[in-house]
Antibody
Framework: EVLLLESGGGSVQPGGSLRLSCAASGFTFSSSAMTWVRQAPGKGLEWVSAINAGGTTTYYADSVKGRFTISRDNSKSTLFLQMESLTAGDTAVYFC??????????????WGQGTKVVVSS | YELTQPPSLSVSPGQTASISCSGEKLGDKYSSWYQQKPGQSPILVIYQDNKRPSGIPERFSGSNSGNTATLTISGTQAMDEADYYCLAWHSGTVVFGGGTKLTVL
């Protein structure tokens, strides 16, 4: 069974930083591309960032480019999202997702339960 | 790049619900669809335009041509009441539609 367990969310002041983690199990993590998706309160889904299986290729939404960094530790089956210079607009639930195939970063078959990030003074 | 969905749609139980997703030359890309109920994580219901993941009922189907992708729910049930989002890959990024709230009444 595929399991994705996000952690690291919390409350942070504007301008602050936070590091999200996603512990994966039930599949070969080192062979799978991974993606972060977020959802602001009462709003729709927003794609944030993706990374290929080897961690050598990354993709970012324009809204987070230059502030967020996606990375992974394949030895620990863990995905990360380092978030810097946070603003109120980054307040959201952040979901870790896995694609429909190992290389897929355009369709998400598995989702974690999400971790909540609140940026407020 | 934008994907446009109707904000809401209402259907009666047993009727067919068709949710549209419009974008420039969307038919040239793969689309996928997600169902999200309040307080829950999204669930993939259609991918690569018309494929159903295991466990998704046959009443869910998809199509994609021209500028419009469509999610069709045949014989809609009360349990299908949810928000639905389309998605497509465009120029190195993923784009979600704004979502459609499906009401079954």
């Amino acid at each position: 069974e595929v399991l994705l367990l996000e952690s690291g969310g919390g409350s942070v002041q504007p301008g602050g930083s936070l590091r999200l983690s996603c512990a994966a199990s039930g599949f070969t993590f080192s062979s799978s591309a991974m993606t972060w998706v977020r959802q602001a309160p009462g709003k729709g889904l927003e794609w944030v960032s993706a990374i290929n299986a080897g961690g050598t290729t990354t993709y970012y939404a324009d809204s987070v480019k230059g502030r967020f960094t996606i990375s992974r530790d394949n030895s620990k089956s863990t995905l990360f999202l380092q978030m810097e210079s946070l603003t109120a607009g980054d307040t959201a639930v952040y979901f870790c997702t896995k694609g429909t195939s190992p290389a897929a970063i355009d369709s998400f078959a598995f989702w974690g339960q999400g971790t909540k990030v609140v940026v407020s003074s | 790049y934008e994907l446009t969905q109707p904000p809401s749609l209402s259907v009666s139980p047993g009727q067919t619900a068709s949710i549209s997703c419009s974008g420039e030359k969307l038919g040239d890309k793969y689309s996928s669809w997600y169902q999200q109920k309040p307080g829950q994580s999204p669930i993939l219901v259609i991918y690569q335009d018309n494929k159903r993941p295991s466990g998704i009922p046959e009443r869910f189907s998809g199509s994609n041509s021209g500028n419009t992708a469509t999610l069709t729910i045949s014989g809609t049930q009360a349990m299908d009441e949810a928000d639905y989002y389309c998605l497509a890959w465009h120029s190195g990024t993923v784009v979600f539609g704004g979502g459609t709230k499906l009401t079954v009444l």
